[in-house]
């Protein structure tokens, strides 16, 4: 059994040692978002912890893989946990509507570590996540999933996901092809 768990200090020797076992929270930004997450954690564990959980979309802008900055969005990060670190889901959305910038992805992101794949942790994982999303008010999430990706497309099926197009991601990720996906709440 799986729970989203708000990271804490107490979780954090696990979290970081699956980063030091190659791990990463990000899904595109990969080793340079474990690098930068061990920086931060061996600087401040404190200051770490709390810039995970952001729902007033108050800290500094965002990095795209491109390395433009945008302004950060309300949103805040869960760790997955089954007495250890199991992975990472995050949520953000922008206040009074449920529209994503054209740079963000999708509502959900997350990322199971590679030695716990396979167990429907993202399945419950982004059910979890969905009662969040429903306490913010969106009346539907998106999250996006690359084509050649069968198992994030099982995981956002499995939640009622509904594949609603393909499309080419904003220039900042590389613009590849990739699908959108829509879960009504």
Request: glycine share 10%; no cysteine; hydrophobic share 40%.
């Amino acid at each position: 059994m799986i729970e989203i768990v708000k990271p804490a200090l107490e979780h954090l020797p696990s979290y970081k040692a699956a980063l030091e076992r190659g791990w990463s929270p990000d899904n595109v930004r990969l080793e340079e978002a474990t690098r930068e997450q061990l920086a931060a954690i061996e600087q401040d564990p404190v200051v770490f912890l709390a810039s995970l959980d952001d729902p007033e979309g108050k800290g500094g802008p965002i990095t795209l893989p491109d390395g433009t900055k945008v302004p950060r969005l309300p949103g805040f990060r869960r760790w997955i946990w089954d007495g250890e670190a199991a992975g990472s889901i995050g949520f953000r959305w922008q206040p009074g509507t449920a529209a994503l910038p054209p740079h963000v992805l999708g509502h959900i992101g997350y990322a199971v570590v590679p030695w716990k794949r396979g167990r429907g942790y993202a399945t419950e994982a982004v059910r979890l996540m969905l009662d969040e999303a429903r306490a913010v008010g969106l009346p539907y999430v998106e999250i996006t999933a690359k084509p050649h990706n069968p198992a994030s497309h099982k995981v956002i099926l499995a939640n009622g996901g509904k594949l609603v197009g393909r499309f080419f991601e904003d220039a900042a990720y590389g613009g590849a092809e990739s699908l959108r996906f829509r879960i009504d709440l």
